[in-house]
Nanobody, 121 residues
Framework: QGQFVESGGGLVQAGESLRLACTAS???????????MAWYRRAPGQQRDLVAR??????????GYSDSVKDRFAISRDNDKTTIYLEMNNLKPEDTAVYYC?????????WGQGTQVTVSS
């Protein structure tokens, strides 16, 4: 069991929205706020890919996105709660995947169980 706990997934129809949350259960806010954090996803039969990332407080919480989700997804963080979020709008069937969070670059032993997002057409 990794230290990241993801939640908020579910089954939705195309065009709907979901908000995912990921909490670092064993990290202090002081350490957490310095880390660049990211959301990743693994679609069925595919490798795990980077979806979005957000830098630490020292870099102004700058966000970056993959081309496939840019303008639809928004990543944010609450350092005091050691939590990051992923607001997903206008969901498409191709967004169906298990979503994970981790540091960026990812730390292998920190992967959690992920949260399943399924988008029906």
């Amino acid at each position: 069991q990794g230290q990241f706990v993801e939640s908020g997934g579910g089954l939705v129809q195309a065009g709907e929205s979901l908000r995912l949350a990921c909490t670092a259960s064993r990290t202090s806010p002081i350490v957490f706020r310095a880390n660049t954090m990211a959301w990743y996803r693994r679609a069925p039969g595919q490798q795990r890919d980077l979806v979005a990332r957000i830098t630490g407080a020292h870099s102004g919480h700058s966000a970056g996105y993959s081309d496939s989700v840019k303008d639809r997804f928004a990543i944010s963080r609450d350092n005091d709660k050691t939590t990051i979020y992923l607001e997903m709008n206008n969901l498409k069937p191709e967004d169906t995947a298990v979503y994970y969070c981790n540091q960026y670059p990812p730390v292998r032993h920190l992967w959690g169980q992920g949260t399943q997002v399924t988008v029906s057409s």
